[in-house]
């Protein structure tokens, strides 16, 4: 039984003495820590992974998904899983003696034969130590030598610590492999911004470290997982991939994850260093917020270097370009943005002199598509979608999602300053509202759609020409078109399809919103019965509405209204060939599928919207309203 207990308490020693260890080596393989100095990654054509930490090779043959963090992470998360229903059903609990007994009160009475028992625990004691020294006995000896811990490996050094969690350490990424490089970034931050000389000219300046480099022609995909953050410097990426030909996919499997990385000056956040591209790069989910430094891209290349390649399918990601840089594309100094591709996620991206997608200044866009997603695209000399300042935008293709792109001496989406923009088209069920105006005098103002604004030699400003978007196969979609004056008001406003006029026999149409009827219906009659528009309180709005195809489009201009209709309406609808309701406002959009509203099987249905919100009514809502058809 006295064995059994001694192996009881080694036991438990050793899984303290594991927790220990843990906290100065990887928790488990293919984990590495930030804090201990520069990492560098390497796998080899035969698929091993080869790691070294400040120069020095510490694992060979690392064939699986390697984790970079720090200790201070790894032993927070550590702490948590001991704290959890895990650590009680480890089976290490308090060591129990076969004899113990619970300590007795002070004043407790003692048991008759204590004296006795007490006399009889210190002879069994004796006898115990004398039978020691006997030969029998050694297997006991043995064991306890054995149990014996050793004393646990101290504590690499950390290197390089800075404020608020940052570490001055670098990490490169080189595949050589045809299979790809797998890598999780768990909780690091690394600040080498302070790295590199600037002495005002960056070919003749010191290039600075960069936090995170990808090298070598694989692919190499990185988990994010908690916060991260990286900065660069001097000439340098945030996270930069400017040699690699692979593609750099950046996920977030485990949906708790962020990047951010901003770039030394003349790099970019995410891509080319100075005078490099940034091509091959796709961001599947995540939040991930990028800042070029000074004249590079937020997404793409450095100054003088483009952006191309580049897809977002989902997370959220804002992208900012510095003093010529685009937001997502081409870096200053005539940097292309090319085959740039947006299927999904939220996207905010804005360029200064660069467009806010597409080319940095100097730089075209071209090969832009949108397919799903939000997207807002800000440019001010560039175009909010297309070239940046000095830059044409062509070929620039919008399928599906609520784009937003703004322009200001730039087209908002076309080319920059004194150039063009061609060969957009706008399809499907996108919602495409497109700005521009807002200056000083000192340009022309961009077209909404088009070219972007000039200046002549005399001095005279000249406002970029519009050009006509391809919308043939545009269904529930449309393009709102507005110019700003300098303070702020609207200048003129218009949409795509144009709004029809319900008394085309007496037209009246407003020179400062060419596509809008001045006269409006408050009704519209689909054979019968009638379907109408009205406020939330009940009231009558105008509105338009026209069949296209199978779409049955009812726009009225308002922020909050009501569509609101019988069975019978919805039953000539459908006898008229439609199959959905698109119902436009404002600030918003809502397609109902006939066939679904007639599925309800109530006798009255309704649809609100209220800004950007919308609400559906149940068909016993919609009853409940009573409001009067005319």
Known sequence: ???????????????????????????????????????????????????????????????????????????????????????????????????????????????????????????????????????????????????????????????????????????????KAATALKLTLKDVKIDVSDTGKNTGNPWNSDEGKAALSVQGNGNVEIELDGKNELKSGFGRAGLEKNTSEGTLTLKDDNKDGSLKATGGDYGAGIGGGYKGNGKNITITGGTVTVTGGFNGAGIGGGEGGSGQNITIKGGTVNATGKDGGAGIGGGSEYGNGEDITITGGTVTASGIAGAGIGGGEGGNGKNITINRGTVTAAGDYGAGIGGGA?????????????????????????????????????????????????????????ATIGNGGSVTEDGDLVDGEEIQADIRDLTTGYIHHIIYNPDGSIKREWWEPERPQPKPENPQPNP???????????????????????????????????????????????????????????????????????????????????????????????????????????????????????
């Not at 948590?80 to 895990?86: H, K, N, V, Y």
């Not at 004796?126 to 306890?144: C, I, V, Y």
């Not at 296209?548 to 459908?574: F, P």
């Open 512 to 630: 400062e919103d060419p596509n809008a009827p001045a006269e409006e219906s408050n009704e519209v009659d689909l054979g019968t019965p009638l379907l109408h528009v009205e406020t939330l309180e009940g009231s009558l709005l105008p509105f338009d509405a026209r069949q296209q195809g199978s779409t049955l489009r009812v726009t009225t201009d308002t922020l909050a209204a009501r569509l609101h209709g019988t069975r019978q309406a919805l039953e000539a609808l459908r006898e008229q060939g439609v199959e959905q309701i698109q119902f436009v406002t404002t600030l918003k959009t809502t397609t109902l599928s006939v066939e679904d509203l007639l599925a309800e099987g109530g006798s009255w249905f309704a649809l609100e919207h209220d800004g950007l919100g919308s609400r559906r009514l149940s068909a016993a809502q919609a009853e409940s309203l009573k409001c009067r058809m005319r």
């Open 1 to 175: 039984m006295r064995k059994t207990d001694a192996f009881r308490r080694a036991a438990a020693l050793l899984a303290a003495l594991s927790i220990t260890v843990s906290l100065a080596a990887p928790a488990f393989a293919g984990t590495y820590y930030i804090d201990n100095g520069d990492i560098t990654i390497t796998k080899k054509d035969d698929g091993s992974q080869e790691i070294k930490q400040n120069g020095t090779i510490i694992e060979n043959d690392d064939r699986g998904e390697i984790v970079i963090t720090t200790s201070n992470a790894d032993k927070t998360t550590l702490e948590s899983d001991l704290e959890g229903p895990a650590a009680e059903d480890s089976g290490f609990g308090p060591v129990v003696e076969d004899n113990y007994q619970p300590a007795q009160p002070e004043d407790a009475e003692e048991p008759e034969d204590a004296d006795q028992s007490e006399d009889d625990a210190q002879q069994k004691s004796t006898e115990e130590s004398k039978d020691a020294d006997q030969p029998e006995n050694t297997d006991r000896q043995e064991s306890a030598q054995q149990v014996a811990p050793a004393a646990a490996p101290a504590a690499p050094t950390s290197v390089n610590p800075k404020d608020n969690g940052f570490w001055g350490n670098t990490i490169t990424v080189i595949n």
């Open 390 to 446: 000095y830059g044409g935008g062509e070929d620039i293709t919008i399928t599906g999602g609520t784009v937003n792109a703004s322009g200001w001496a730039g087209a908002g989406i076309g080319g920059g300053i004194n150039c063009s923009g061609s060969n957009v088209t706008v399809s499907g069920a996108a919602q495409v509202t497109a700005t521009v105006g807002k200056i000083d005098g000192i340009n022309g103002v961009g």
